[in-house]
T-cell receptor, first 113, second 112 residues
Framework: DTEVTQTPKHLVMGMTNKKSLKCEQH?????MYWYKQKAKKPPELMFV???????INESVPSRFSPECPNSSLLNLHLHALQPEDSALYLC????????????FGQGTRLTVV | GNSVTQMEGPVTLSEEAFLTINCTYT??????LFWYVQYPGEGLQLLLK?????DKGSNKGFEATYRKETTSFHLEKGSVQVSDSAVYFC???????????FGQGTTLQVKP
């Protein structure tokens, strides 16, 4: 199984809503990532978890709150988002080794209205 | 800091043409280099990788060689197909930073 599964595939939310994005992998990877991708742009790193602990936060606004409940799951909690937060949110995972590749999910297409 | 620079797109080719997408990088230490492909409406798929100088990554007819002397990792394919139409991202992973960073992406359109 080399899949990273993200749910939901599409999400429309209002600026006062609270929602969560979910990501799951069963490859035994101990590093997990959230990226944000705007149209026609490369993915931008948001957060990195290593051994279920947050190791990198790329100065992401607090309206995005990551959570790693166990080694297979990664959540991104969303609250009070702005229309400019509309994007494709990608989850990825990798082994915690030098020179290892990251595996990406299909992404959640988020629209904030 | 670390960075990746890709050639500007879009690149438009006829089927069976030769493809080159240029990628150069700036990094300290010994990064790993990757090419990812993104089809419309999808996530990123790893196309190939190279982890040290002079390594050649290859997959599905695509190749790229890690050239430390020119800090390059150009993607090539001898004969493209319509199904190769996608956005291609060159990426670098540095153990110094623990981050995977991407170039700007190059859109490839292959016409029958």
């Amino acid at each position: 199984d080399t899949e990273v599964t993200q749910t939901p595939k599409h999400l429309v939310m209002g600026m006062t809503n609270k929602k969560s994005l979910k990501c799951e992998q069963h490859m035994g990877h101990r590093a997990m990532y959230w990226y944000k991708q705007k149209a026609k742009k490369p993915p931008e790193l948001m957060f990195v978890y290593s051994y279920e602990k947050l190791s990198i936060n790329e100065s992401v606004p607090s309206r995005f709150s990551p959570e790693c409940p166990n080694s297979s799951l990664l959540n991104l909690h969303l609250h009070a988002l702005q229309p400019e937060d509309s994007a494709l949110y990608l989850c990825a995972s990798s082994r915690l080794r030098v020179n290892t590749e990251a595996f990406f999910g299909q992404g959640t297409r988020l629209t904030v209205v | 800091g670390n960075s990746v620079t890709q050639m500007e797109g879009p690149v438009t080719l006829s089927e069976e043409a030769f493809l080159t997408i240029n990628c150069t990088y700036t990094a300290t230490g010994y990064p790993s280099l990757f090419w990812y492909v993104q089809y419309p409406g999808e996530g990123l798929q790893l196309l190939l990788k190279a982890t040290k100088a002079d390594d050649k990554g290859s997959n599905k007819g695509f190749e790229a060689t890690y050239r430390k002397e020119t800090t390059s990792f150009h993607l090539e394919k001898g004969s493209v197909q319509v199904s190769d139409s996608a956005v291609y991202f060159c990426a670098l992973y540095s153990s110094n930073t623990g981050k995977l960073i991407f170039g700007q992406g190059t859109t490839l359109q292959v016409k029958p």
